[in-house]
DNA sequence: GCCTAAACCTATTGACATAGTAGGCAAATA
DNA sequence: TATTTGCCTACTATGTCAATAGGTTTAGGC
């Protein structure tokens, strides 16, 4: 599955406050950036859409920056998904219910795949592959991770 | 997961010359396109290419058409979504292995999706989605099938 | 109250892919 | 030989992506 960067990089920066904002500090965009290696203006417009979509609080001035806005049990990552790309989840163009061969093959080909990674994403929650992470590659963080 | 008009007129093509050319007869692109309502001379880029990629052979002149190359058992559906989209089934682009955050989830979280992608598509042939949409809709189909 | 660091917001851009359209050439058949 | 069909190349309009740029607002530190 094609995935665009800003998807990749929302992803990255929700899991980068979760790790870096643990005991409450906020992350700056500036912070992420560097980290991750992520041009620090188009960071900017990624978080905005996490704000709005609710993932993320945000604190202006110095020492400013973003938190998670609920905790990371409570962030499903369908909803990540779908706020950083409305189309990356839904599946075809409606094209009617009609009995064509395109109409067919929607519902017996193509919505299987697709409600597969929707049922996979809607129960997965950030916490949980945070996680999954820190497990596969738990020495390189402990030196951050307070 | 976001399909291309490309890649969903491929199947259909494809499908509908398994379905209208059964028993041997090619299937002219004008008919296919009239049939499944697509823009001919579009069509004919995405035949161009299911023929290079061996899926269909063309026969050329008055009564020519398109058929399987192959049996509809030996195609399998993964080939042909990669053949109409390079990107489709293909993950993220490398980053390079190292031990960044953009590492760690690309494969603790990317590659599954990917990977369960792969295992469905690449076991699934063409004859066996025909059959299970034939299963759905079999009314609508039994006026057309000889 | 000023300086600075940060988020916020708007606009613009270059590159690329998609979804076609157009027109002619080649081949095979009737 | 005329017609039908596929083959091939070129072109285009539209939209999205992935930034970049620059200014405005807000909050904290001094």
Redesign the interface.
């Known amino acids: ?3 665009s960067t800003r998807v ?1 990089y929302g ?2 920066a929700l ?2 406050i979760v ?1 870096y904002g643990e005991n409450g500090q906020s992350v700056s965009a500036l912070e992420i950036a560097q ?3 992520i041009s620090h203006k188009y960071l900017e417009h990624i978080l905005f859409l996490l704000r709005q979509a609710g993932f993320i609080a945000a604190q202006k001035g110095m020492k400013g920056g973003y938190s998670l806005a609920r905790p990371a049990d409570e962030i499903v990552l369908s909803d990540v998904l779908n706020a950083l790309d409305s ?6 163009d409606d094209c009617g219910e009609d ?4 109409s ?2 929607k ?4 919505e299987k ?2 409600s ?2 929707n049922r ?1 994403t809607e129960q997965l929650k950030l916490s949980e ?1 945070v996680n ?2 820190r497990k ?2 738990p020495e ?1 963080w402990d030196m951050y991770v307070i």
Do not use: A, P
Not at 87 to 92: E, K, M, P, Q, R
Not at 99 to 102: F, G, I, K, Q, Y
């Open positions: 599955m094609k995935v990749e992803l990255i899991m980068d790790i980290r991750e290696n189309t990356i989840l839904s599946g075809l009995s064509t061969l395109r067919v093959i519902v017996c080909f193509w795949i697709n597969n990674l996979y592959v999954q992470c596969n590659i390189s």
